[in-house]
């Protein structure tokens, strides 16, 4: 197991990821910021932190009291963990109730990201929402990913075990290194980040858009009898949707159920659900993934 010091440093690298620089207000056409990307151990930008600081660019160009309720997003090219990126927000519209913002983020001058996103004053209406599965297991039952890859020497497996901001524990038994278990388009995980975070719903949003990125084509490979290990298999991210509900807190444990209803011609989709730990739905999820495995 990791120890709480290790544990928290993490979360403060993804509060450092949100907090972008407006160089000072400096505009062109379009409002511009450049974050910092976290450092990986295949130098390649995690997905899940280009779509939050994405959202926090878009944010810092609306007022407090409009939060993002939908985004949808395409990943274009693959990012450079070794630099920073910039992000060039576009104020489509502002209305009453809603504004909308177009984001790309850069490296090189190239898009790395093309995200629209929509943001909301809070209003009343109609409410309902869908239940939280049964009969889940309480996270602290379940092994953390610490105890399942840290004795793995290799530096994939310790970034995992040690560096993720976030304590993602799997329902269903992991497919890191294996995938010997019953073959189901399912998936489901508890997860939370390891330290506290600040009282701003618009941080909170954007740090779950982070971790929406970490397991949703699982139920993928899980049906196929794949796991994250097997040779010569690529997965990547095509694009990603994702609609907020409610206030979410990140730093409390919240239920992620995912499922994939079809996949073909090298490309699959997972959806999912996300659970406050007394049942609140804040938030559901799309994303479309290339999954090519080597012939047999």
């Known amino acids: 197991m990791t120890s709480p010091a290790r544990q928290t440093g993490p979360t403060d690298t993804l509060l450092t990821l949100l ?6 207000g400096a505009r062109t056409d379009k409002d511009v910021f450049v974050g910092p990307s976290e450092r990986q151990p295949r130098h390649r930008v995690f997905g899940g932190q280009v779509l939050a600081q994405t959202l926090m660019a878009a944010s810092r160009t609306v007022p407090a009291d409009r939060l993002v309720h939908s985004m949808h997003g395409y990943f274009l090219r693959a990012g450079d963990a070794d630099q920073s990126i910039t992000f060039g927000v576009e104020r489509l519209r502002d209305g009453r109730s809603f504004s909308a913002r177009q984001v790309h983020a850069y490296q090189d001058g190239k898009p790395i990201l093309s995200m629209i ?9 109609v409410d309902h929402q869908t239940q939280m599965p049964a009969d889940v297991p309480d996270p602290e ?11 793995i020497d290799h530096p994939v497996a310790q970034y995992w075990a040690f560096d993720r901001p976030f304590d993602v524990r799997h329902v269903n038994p992991a497919v890191y290194v294996s995938a010997a278990g019953e073959r189901v388009a399912r998936n489901a995980v508890w997860m939370k980040t390891f330290g506290p975070m600040p009282d701003d719903q618009r941080v909170h949003r954007a740090a779950l858009a982070y971790a929406s990125d970490y397991t949703l084509l699982e139920p993928i490979l899980r049906r196929h009898g794949l796991s994250w290990v097997t040779p010569d298999m690529n997965v990547a991210s095509l694009d990603h949707a994702m609609w907020w509900h409610r206030p979410v807190r990140v730093d409390e444990w919240l239920l992620y159920v995912q499922e994939s209803p079809s996949a073909h011609g090298a490309r699959g989709l997972g959806v999912g659900r996300i659970f406050t730990r007394d049942g609140v739905h804040v938030a559901t999820v799309g994303q479309e993934g290339m999954v090519r495995v080597p012939r047999p």
């Open 117 to 125: 996103a929509s943001f909301q004053t809070e209003s009343d209406g």
């Open 141 to 151: 039952s379940l092994p953390s990913t610490a105890d399942l890859l840290g004795s």
């Open 19 to 24: 907090d972008l620089d407006d160089l000072g």
